[in-house]
């Protein structure tokens, strides 16, 4: 069996990473916890960003998430903390790479 079935017992980590990949937040549930539960408790989690003069930047400008993220509340979040959300929609296509071809239907 899986470590996620819900009756089992193990843990998760979600985390949110900068664009070069560094975690930047780290947070941990039980297995049976919903990815998309953790979202906006991540992105408020990120600390100031250090390093140029002037107040401190506190949240991305844009957040990418795969479906397991996707969720009108959570967008409507994200919008409120003027943050672009660019996450996969359930029952639709994978976003593409760069040069990469749409799926044929």
């Known amino acids: 069996m899986s470590p996620v079935d819900r009756g089992k017992a193990g843990s998760e980590h ?16 039980v297995a049976n916890v919903n990815d998309v539960t953790q ?10 960003v250090a390093g140029n003069p002037g107040r401190p930047r506190m949240r ?12 009108n509340p959570n967008r409507r979040g994200l919008r409120k903390r003027r943050i672009l959300p660019v996450i996969s929609r ?5 976003h593409q790479g760069p040069g990469q071809a749409p799926p044929r239907r």
């Open 39 to 48: 979202t906006l408790l991540l992105v408020d989690g990120v600390p100031p």
């Open 60 to 71: 991305p400008d844009v957040l990418l998430g795969d479906k397991g993220y996707d969720s």
């Open 90 to 94: 359930k029952g639709r296509p994978q």
């Open 14 to 29: 979600h985390l949110i990473c900068d664009g070069k990949g560094t975690r930047v937040k780290v947070v941990t549930t």
